[in-house]
């Protein structure tokens, strides 16, 4: 074998590897969380949604794009200062990346903007995450902050 041949097969390998890693981190993504489209504001009408599945937490909501291979949230948002600011449908060349069901909601949180793409039962699991968290006077009890 030549030096050619020997730089093909290692190609070949990490090509191979990579393409599990990717294929392992849609798999475990896809098993756990609920499906959605986000994305950062500002940005043009119909351009930078990232699909992706969320994954809620008691203080935070967590973003994984499904493109993404490195570990860890795309984006977070700290459940007690997201705001929803607004509800719309999906409407010019949003149409092509999402079906005319879906609702879009406007979020601030830690002065960011987001943009969330929510199928209905999504929706309702992200509204039942944001009107359920504790007031924000109300902190846990421990013996470290008495």
């Known amino acids: 074998m030549d030096g050619g041949m020997i730089l093909l097969i290692i190609l070949l390998v990490l090509l191979a590897a990579f393409t599990a890693v990717f294929l392992i981190r849609i798999v475990e993504l896809r098993s756990g969380g609920t499906s959605a489209v986000v994305r950062v504001l500002p940005s043009p009408k119909s351009e930078g949604w990232r699909h992706g599945v969320i994954r809620y937490r008691d203080?935070?909501?967590?973003?994984?794009?499904l493109s993404r291979l490195i570990p860890?949230?795309?984006?977070?948002?700290?459940?007690?200062?997201?705001?929803?600011?607004?509800?719309?449908?999906?409407?010019?060349?949003?149409?092509?990346?999402?079906?005319?069901?879906?609702?879009?909601?406007?979020?601030?949180?830690?002065?960011?903007?987001?943009?969330?793409?929510?199928?209905?039962?999504?929706?309702?699991?992200?509204?039942?995450?944001?009107?359920?968290?504790?007031?924000?006077?109300?902190r846990r009890r421990s013996r470290w902050n008495l």
Request: aromatic share 10%; charged share 30%.
């Open 59 to 65: 203080e935070s909501l967590d973003f994984y794009r």
């Open 72 to 138: 860890g949230p795309s984006v977070r948002l700290n459940r007690q200062t997201a705001e929803i600011e607004s509800r719309r449908r999906p409407d010019g060349g949003e149409l092509d990346l999402m079906d005319s069901s879906v609702t879009i909601v406007g979020v601030q949180a830690g002065g960011t903007h987001y943009e969330f793409g929510f199928e209905r039962g999504a929706l309702t699991a992200f509204l039942a995450w944001i009107e359920s968290r504790p007031p924000r006077r109300a």
